[in-house]
Nanobody, 114 residues
Framework: QVQLVESGGGLVQPGGSLRLSCAAS????????MAWYRQAPGKERELVAE???????NYPDSVKGRFTISRDNAKDTVYLQMNSLKPEDTAVYYC????????WGQGTQVTVSS
């Protein structure tokens, strides 16, 4: 069972940037799509970015143009660069396959507030 460890979250002012990392404990099969998800208090977990094996990416309108997902297959790591952050981006951020197939990690808290 792959274990996922997310990091890089924190408190940032509106308009700021953060870069999240997700390290897997084992090799991530190159055939898998990977994704970042987030869950805000009282809300369902939602997809915020996905990346194919070939590097194609997809984002919901809420983050398009502000978030960028990338992956380093050699390091079994997935990244999420978040720019122009808004208070509504406040949530716990998780990575997993797309669709999710592994147990969820602890996530990393992102708080956007002045």
């Amino acid at each position: 069972q792959v274990q996922l460890v997310e990091s890089g979250g924190g408190l940032v002012q509106p308009g700021g940037s953060l870069r999240l990392s997700c390290a897997a404990s084992e090799n991530i099969p190159s055939s898998l799509f990977m994704a970042w998800y987030r869950q805000a208090p009282g809300k369902e977990r939602e997809l915020v970015a996905e990346i194919s094996t070939g590097g194609s990416t997809n984002y919901p309108d809420s983050v398009k143009g502000r978030f960028t997902i990338s992956r380093d297959n050699a390091k079994d790591t997935v990244y999420l660069q978040m720019n122009s952050l808004k208070p509504e981006d406040t949530a716990v951020y998780y990575c997993n396959a797309r669709p999710p197939i592994w147990r969820w990690g602890q996530g990393t808290q992102v708080t956007v507030s002045s």
